[in-house]
């Protein structure tokens, strides 16, 4: 299990950029594959974007394409979302996660590790 510590979340408006960060404990951060989600009040967790374990290949959920952009560090252990473009809509608690494999398609159950949140809003 990695721990996972997420950052970056707060209030822009709308047309404006956030960088959220997520800080894994342990020395097997590039063992995982990494994850971001989102969760709006009152709606699911849905997938946002993830990342293959040397970062050579990135998925995107129909959020999140054309805007947000998922990185990682493995020397500082950290995975990234670069969100352009943001609008009302993306407004919700961001959560990053980690797994040891890529299962397809990518749900919140292929996941095992999550954490604890960062809230993003977005004023129009």
């Known amino acids: 299990q990695v721990q996972l510590v997420e950052s970056g979340g707060g209030l822009v408006q709308a047309g404006g950029s956030l960088r959220l960060s997520c800080a894994a404990s342990?020395?097997?951060?590039?063992?995982?594959?990494m994850g971001w989600f989102r969760q709006a009040p009152g709606k699911e967790r849905e997938f946002v974007a993830a990342?293959?374990?040397?970062?050579?290949?990135?998925y995107s959920g129909d959020s999140a394409k054309g805007r947000f952009t998922i990185s990682r560090d493995n020397a500082k252990n950290t995975v990234y979302l670069q969100m352009n473009s943001l609008e009302p809509e993306d407004t919700a608690v961001y959560y990053c996660?980690?797994?040891?494999?890529?299962?397809?398609?990518?749900?919140?159950?292929?996941?095992?590790?999550w954490g604890q949140g960062t809230q993003v809003t977005v004023s129009s």
């Open positions: 990342i293959t374990w040397s970062g050579g290949i990135t």
């Open positions: 996660a980690s797994s040891p494999r890529l299962h397809q398609p990518i749900r919140t159950t292929s996941f095992g590790s």
């Open positions: 342990g020395r097997t951060f590039s063992s995982y594959v």
